[in-house]
């Protein structure tokens, strides 16, 4: 019998996006800027971790707080994203437009997962 791994997009998207905010920490920090790099790697990386464990989750509460919280994270990590760039800090950084369009798209897709969990939460209680 073949097992088959299953893909899960928001998994590897929220890692791949903590990896370029680890190379955009280490730029910035290149560039004397440490007090927002610092929020942005805190607030970056913690995407994926809470996403992770919410694949852990206990109940689909449970993975609806957890994804709740990666939702948040990801908000404050486009607020960050945003402040470096209208401040000059990102203006030579080589992979800014990737940043954008991978935070926005795991925002979205958040949005997405925890709306869809909420409706089908709400069916299998009313049942």
Excluded at 100 to 122: A, C, G, N, R
């Amino acid at each position: 019998m073949v097992s088959v791994i299953k893909k899960n997009e928001i998994l590897d998207l929220s890692f791949d996006f903590a990896l370029e905010i680890v190379r955009v920490t280490k730029y910035l920090k290149s560039k004397n800027e440490f007090v927002m790099s610092n929020q942005l790697l805190r607030s970056g990386t913690s995407i994926g971790a809470n996403i992770s464990e919410a694949q852990a989750a206990q109940s689909k509460n449970d993975f609806i707080a957890k994804m709740s919280i990666a939702a948040k994270e990801a908000k404050e990590t486009e607020y960050w994203l945003k402040l470096l760039d209208k401040s000059g800090y990102l203006n030579k950084y080589r992979n800014e437009t990737i940043l954008f369009e991978k935070i926005q798209s795991i925002v979205k897709l958040l949005s997405k997962i925890i709306k869809t969990s909420k409706v089908k939460s709400s069916i299998i209680n009313n049942q």
